[in-house]
């Protein structure tokens, strides 16, 4: 890798950063060229992560595809940045996303607000930094660029329930913040670094009394992560707020816990890996055992819910669960099947917030709420929608709606012949098939109970809720779909059936990457033996 | 200085905390400021209290470790004060807007009669 292309890793963080800063002075008037940057913008992100899945997998073994040190000083003391095939996976995941729920939202729901577009976009630098960077601080800092975006999507379109969700919302992620900061603290003051994988070498000659406040700081930070990653009993805020906000930005928001999970599953296979000596696996049982607890409490909420936006948010914290647990179970071959599952359950969950603001179209109450926020905004002299809504409307509306909530089923719950199904069946062969002690034999079979009944709980709420809305026809409008509102719901199930399609090469790229994930060694010392491009004169 | 330091951290962790826990929104700003002055002054500590010391190494200077401060959570903490500011900016106008919708300060936007 050399010359122009090196540069290349910065750009999943700089196209949004120019993105959000050439929309921030343009007037609310401009809608289309606003959408048009952010389409743009977005483009030419999944085009890069395109590109980086490739490249990625071009690397013999598990050295980083690319490590990037900022300002070019020298490799322990600079921010760097490192793309192995996770980061490019979850960057595609990403990119894949944030089209996904753009073009859903210029339909209609940019409208209802101000600076959708410029939200949108910091919000997706500030998950693909998190995705990119190797360093603590920095992971920090992005964080809260991605936060400080999410409270503003939150909030986006107003209202007293999105003020309150919101409120929630922002106060638990500033104390989540909080924590964040004393783990990263305790694990400096320990260790004498910030970069991940210098982090890792170090750990192993600490002292007795440094290991321990470095795993106290360990075990702080994870507290952190695991409240992002809605992580039970830490989760309370998930099912609300995210029901609250509008539909393309709960698509978007299903990728945020995600990125709690990336973080936990990189650290702590970096850094708490074999090579840790006494420290080794620290913690396994807590997440395990965490893990079990969310997936419970998700069931439990699953069978509760009475909408279909409850029911999402509790699929959320369904896959959380079945991911953390799923982080020390089963190896690297459970590791690739935990992130196939990503993939699909994200993809699913995505789709499947937006296919519900269709669905809710259906009944008739639904479009005089909207009509109301509408008014209420324009009542405020911001916006004025002039234009009639974009685009053209696609025939067999209902047909369309029905088919694509059957297989979201298929996929939330599990049930074959989609990815949800492959995902499961893999996570589930992977934990049967590890050795483990005692404690965890027992967790395995908890683990492959609760599967099973979580995808039960699934099908059962969702086949409920839709008998109450397919099957009730006296109450049924005729809904109006647009293609820019169908065509996203469409092409993430398309995605789902199109990973299912090729669970082998997929499956395949991701065993390479959990291998990678597995023996860090490569990616420490890959990142570590990272030359600065100038030497000599003129450097600091 | 190490006690007093641990002591004021200490102290102000524990207000932020009870703070935070109130039903009030303004109560809740409160803490989650205070805690955010325990958590500045944690990072600021984490490099070990040093007095006289700087963090600079002059050109020409003897190069003992000792004698200079630990830069690294200086910048940390410059940081972490900026966002802290912006976030507690930022979640002031969100109070506002929940007291102007709700018409009460209450952290689930219901009046005490309500509860």
């Given at each position: 890798m050399s010359g122009w292309q090196?540069?290349?890793?910065v750009l999943p963080i700089l196209v949004p950063f120019v993105a959000a800063a050439a929309l921030?002075?343009?007037?609310?008037?401009r809608r289309r060229s606003k959408a048009a940057i952010g389409l743009l913008s977005v483009l030419l992100q999944l085009a890069g992560a395109l590109y980086w899945v490739v490249a990625a997998d071009r690397v013999d073994g598990a050295a980083p595809a690319a490590v990037y040190l900022l300002a070019d000083w020298d490799a322990p003391v600079a921010i760097s940045l490192a793309l192995d095939r996770l980061t490019a996976v979850m960057l595609l995941l990403n990119a894949l996303l944030a089209c996904a729920a753009l073009i859903f939202a210029v339909a209609k729901w940019d409208r209802v607000g101000v600076h959708f577009h410029v939200l949108f976009q910091l919000l997706l630098m500030g998950i693909n930094g998190a995705f990119l960077t190797n360093d603590l601080f920095n992971l920090f800092v992005f964080f809260e660029v991605m936060l400080a975006a999410s409270y503003g999507l939150l909030l986006h379109g107003s209202g007293r329930l999105r003020v309150k969700a919101g409120l929630h919302y922002i106060a638990i992620n500033l104390v989540a913040s909080s924590i964040f900061l004393i783990g990263v603290a305790l694990m400096y003051s320990a260790s004498g670094t910030l970069n991940m994988a210098d982090m890792a070498r170090k750990l192993a000659g600490l002292g007795d009394a440094d290991r321990q406040l470095f795993e106290t700081g360990a075990a702080v930070l994870a507290v952190a992560f695991l409240i992002k990653s809605a992580v039970w009993p830490l989760n309370f805020w998930l099912p609300g707020s995210y029901g609250a906000a509008v539909a393309p930005v709960s698509a978007i928001f299903a990728i945020m816990t995600k990125v709690g999970f990336y973080v936990l599953l990189r650290l702590w296979l970096l850094?708490?890996?074999?090579?840790?000596?006494?420290?080794?696996?620290?913690g396994a049982p807590w997440l395990v055992g965490l893990g079990l607890a969310t997936l419970t409490y998700a069931i439990f909420g699953m069978l509760a819910a009475t909408n279909f936006k409850r029911f999402a948010g509790f699929s959320v914290i369904a896959s959380a669960g079945t991911l953390l647990t799923a982080i020390p179970l089963g190896g690297s071959s459970g590791t690739a099947a935990a992130l196939y599952y990503l993939l699909a359950s994200t993809l699913a969950v995505a789709a499947f917030y937006l296919l519900v603001d269709l669905l809710e179209r259906i009944r008739d109450y639904s479009a005089s709420l909207l009509a109301v926020t509408i008014e209420s905004f324009e009542a405020q002299g911001m916006i004025l929608p002039e234009e009639s809504e974009v685009g053209v409307a696609i025939p067999a509306a209902m047909a369309f709606l029905a088919l694509a909530f059957g297989l979201c089923l298929l996929v939330l719950s599990g049930l074959p012949p989609l990815a949800g199904f492959v995902g499961k069946f893999a996570l589930l062969v992977s934990a049967l098939g590890s050795e483990a002690g005692q404690f965890m034999q027992y967790a395995v079979w908890l683990f492959v109970v609760l599967l099973v009944v979580a995808g039960f709980a699934a099908t059962l709420t969702l086949t409920r809720l839709g008998i109450q809305l397919?099957?009730?026809?006296?109450?049924h409008k005729k809904p109006l779909l647009r293609l820019a509102e169908a065509g996203p719901v469409a092409a993430l199930i398309g995605l789902v059936v199109l990973l299912t399609l090729a669970a082998g090469p997929v499956l395949g790229y991701l065993q390479r990457a959990a291998d990678a994930l597995h023996a860090p060694a490569a990616y420490i010392d890959g990142v570590l033996g990272a030359q600065p491009k100038t030497s000599g004169e003129g450097r600091p | 200085m190490e006690l007093i330091l641990a002591l004021a951290i200490g102290v102000l962790t524990g207000s932020g905390i009870w703070l935070l826990l109130r039903p009030r929104t303004f109560q809740v700003i409160m803490g989650l400021s205070i805690l955010s002055y325990a958590v500045n002054l944690l990072l600021f500590a984490i490099g070990q209290l040093k007095a006289d010391a700087v963090p600079v190494i002059a050109a020409g200077a003897a190069k003992a470790a000792g004698d200079y401060a630990d830069p690294v959570p200086q910048a940390l903490v410059l940081t972490a004060i900026v966002i802290g500011f912006a976030m507690t900016a930022l979640f002031l106008v969100v109070l506002m807007a929940s007291r102007g919708l709700t018409g009460t300060d209450h952290v689930d936007g219901r009046k005490d009669a309500d509860l």
């Open positions: 090196q540069h290349l890793i921030v002075p343009m007037d609310e008037t850094v708490f890996g074999d090579a840790a000596g006494a420290s080794g696996s620290f397919f099957w009730v026809p006296e109450r | -």
